[in-house]
């Protein structure tokens, strides 16, 4: 068996962090030997700090699927990245309703980095200072993307109706995919995330299962990003705080995200007390 946990809103709490009791049922797989990932559309850099020291020591999917990370190697396992093309296409839509753009691209020696357009309200400041405080990732101006940086996505936080168009436009082209949520409820404002369309979760998935030789795949997840790997587990939980789409495909709904859901689950599921 295969467990793979999405991160936020579900492996970690609302701070970001994994809880005490989290942490407590992790190493109780550990000791059971039952093997666990992550499958996140985090960074590298972002997703290290809430998990180093909990025994994530095989494969992590990152990004979403588009790439995918050995601990210990100097160079990613697999990856699907956007064209310089597609970017180029992409960029003037967002200008059209309004949006910024944040370009988030692997750069030579595993760099990772993030280059954004003007910054329009205090929503998309507020996102810039994130991507560089709690993730750590270098953040500069979209006029400063070299040339040899590779696209891993573009995000963006903005209206229902932007949201709308942008889809609409990424439909049209070719080996694209968006995912979005709501970012803000009280403001309206929703979170997208432009991909490559093969990097997706249930992709990334089935290729560890295959490089592993596992037979059975359980999966953890709250978001669209996560429907790939609910189709393609064998067993899918979604946190009670997870999107509608998500519980309508999962196994069984379980507890909150932020009242230890996942960890209540584990412990009754494998027996771990």
């Not at 891993?152 to 995919?177: D, G, K, Y």
């Not at 949520?181 to 299962?209: E, P, Y």
């Not at 359980?218 to 999107?243: Q, R, T, W």
């Amino acid at each position: 068996m295969l467990v793979v946990f999405d991160m936020d809103g579900t492996l970690l709490n609302a701070q970001s962090q994994l809880s005490p009791r989290t942490a407590e049922a992790l190493a109780r797989l550990r000791e059971r030997g039952i093997q666990y990932t992550v499958a996140t559309g985090r960074t590298l850099q972002a997703a290290l700090g809430p998990l180093t020291g909990h025994g994530f020591s095989l494969p992590q999917i990152l990004k979403n699927g588009a790439v995918i990370w050995q601990p210990g190697e100097t160079a990613y396992l697999q990856q699907h990245l956007v064209s310089r093309s597609l970017l180029d296409t992409l960029l003037p839509i967002f200008t059209a309703v309004d949006t910024t753009a944040f370009v988030f691209t692997l750069e030579p020696n595993h760099v990772h980095g993030v280059y954004h357009a003007d910054l329009r309200n205090d929503i998309e400041l507020r996102m810039a200072a994130m991507f560089e405080a709690e993730r750590e990732l270098p953040l500069r101006p979209l006029s400063a993307l070299p040339d040899e940086a590779e696209i891993i996505n573009i995000s963006a936080i903005t209206t229902a109706t932007a949201l709308a168009e942008i889809r609409q436009a990424v439909v049209s082209l070719p080996a694209l995919v968006c995912y979005s949520g709501v970012a803000i409820r009280d403001r309206q404002l929703h979170w997208l995330d432009i991909h490559h369309g093969h990097g997706s979760k249930g992709n990334a998935i089935s290729a560890l299962r295959d490089q592993l030789g596992v037979s059975k795949v359980m999966v953890f997840g709250d978001g669209d990003n996560d429907l790939s790997m609910f189709e393609c587990a064998d067993e899918a939980y979604a946190p009670s705080n997870a999107d509608d789409a998500v519980k309508a495909l999962a196994t069984a709904v379980i507890g909150h995200h932020d009242e230890d859901g996942i960890a209540e689950f584990l412990f009754e599921r494998f027996d771990l007390s």
